[in-house]
């Protein structure tokens, strides 16, 4: 069973730029969601996807925008960075629904100068 | 606002000692499920709670959902040095499909 993976590891990049981090979801997954975390704070929820399809929104602008494949793979797009987008991206992957576990992947470590 | 608060936000304790960390949503929650998250990796899932109440237990782990399903914590017996980690709850509410996550509990064990 392949686990969830996410690229790349690590970015860094200037204000203003654009940014797409990559996620394959866990075999046998077809619910994609993404997750902020910033330093010493617990995941904030971007957006989930389901059948290619948003399928859930948090309270992010929408510069952050996503895509989801018929593989169930991801990505995240996030344009005009800002510094406070210095974070942690976390991708997980689950069957259909809410009472599903959730698998994380190692996320992409996004450093904004 | 935060959805889903957790204290206390950090705990040292002595190896051996016991750890509870508390999960407290504004809103009634469908389900919560705990996740720990080791310095430097990603969060893993513990365990899920669905009904009123609910109690399950994992070795030293005992994680208990609160009757109104705005409450639930996590409890650890004799902790070990494996235990360290950050230990987040993470909610999802009657309608929508996004988890709220909790602001996490930070644990040292010291040997």
């Known amino acids: 069973e392949t686990g969830v993976t996410q690229s790349p590891t690590h970015l860094i990049k200037t204000r203003g730029q654009q940014v797409t981090l990559r996620c394959s979801s866990q075999?046998?997954?077809?619910?994609v969601s993404w997750y902020q975390q910033a330093l010493g704070q617990g995941p904030q929820f971007i957006f989930q996807?389901?059948?290619?399809?948003?399928?859930g929104r948090g309270n992010f602008p929408p510069r952050f925008s996503g895509l989801q494949f018929p593989n169930y793979s991801s990505e995240l797009n996030v344009n005009a960075l800002e510094l406070d987008d210095s974070a942690l991206y976390l991708c997980?992957?689950?069957?259909?629904?809410?009472?599903?576990?959730?698998?994380f992947g190692d996320g992409t470590r996004l450093s904004i100068l | 606002g935060q959805q889903v608060m957790q204290i206390p936000q950090y705990q040292h304790v002595q190896e051996g000692e016991d750890f509870t960390t508390y999960c407290n949503s504004s809103t009634t929650l469908s389900n919560i499920q705990w996740y720990k998250q080791r310095p430097g990796g990603h969060p893993v899932f513990l365990i899920q709670l669905v009904k009123s109440g609910e109690v399950k237990k994992q070795k030293r782990l005992t994680f208990q959902f609160g009757e109104a399903k705005k409450n639930s914590s996590l409890h650890i017996t004799a902790t070990q040095t494996t235990d360290v980690g950050t230990y987040f709850c993470?909610?999802?509410?009657?309608?929508?499909?996004?988890?709220?996550f909790g602001t996490g509990t930070s644990l040292t064990v010291i040997p």
């Open positions: 997980a992957s689950s069957y259909r629904g809410g009472n599903q576990p959730q698998h």
């Open positions: 075999s046998g997954h077809n619910t």
């Open positions: 996807y389901y059948r290619e399809e948003e399928n």
């Open positions: 993470a909610g999802l509410k009657d309608t929508g499909n996004q988890f709220y």
